[in-house]
């Protein structure tokens, strides 16, 4: 498969099903997901990393504070950062691509930080 760099909102919804279906099979991250509905779920993270990478308006949400009711624990971090590492690396090669992974260690280290902060792991 020849690959391009993230374009378009089609790319990052590919990006996140991808990404999303797999992680869910992680058993050690699954859990923090189970009562999430995916697909109630998809616009806004599309939304979200159409905001971060094509500079696209219309997202405005706290995604930390949209995320505090999970149970999240200290080793989530690397799986998740493993995972959509590899989501973006089999899909895509590029500068956004690049600028993907980068937010994605920065939103993960901002989130690990702050639930440390609180106490919470």
């Given at each position: ?70 149970d ?23 500068e ?14 901002t ?11």
């Open positions: 498969m020849t690959k391009h760099d993230i374009r378009n909102k089609e790319d990052i919804e590919l990006m996140m099903r991808t990404f999303y279906g797999s992680l869910l099979t992680n058993e050690t991250i699954n859990p923090v997901f189970a009562h999430t509905d995916f697909e109630a779920h998809m616009p806004h993270m599309i939304a979200f990393w159409s905001f971060v990478l094509l500079d696209e308006e219309g997202y405005k949400t706290n995604v930390f504070e949209k995320h505090l009711h999970l999240i624990k200290q080793e989530h971090f690397a799986i998740w950062l493993h995972h959509f590492m590899k989501t973006v690396d089999d899909l895509f090669e590029g956004k691509a690049d600028l993907a992974k980068q937010r994605a260690q920065t939103i993960a280290y989130f690990e930080m702050k639930l440390k902060q609180m106490g919470r792991i």
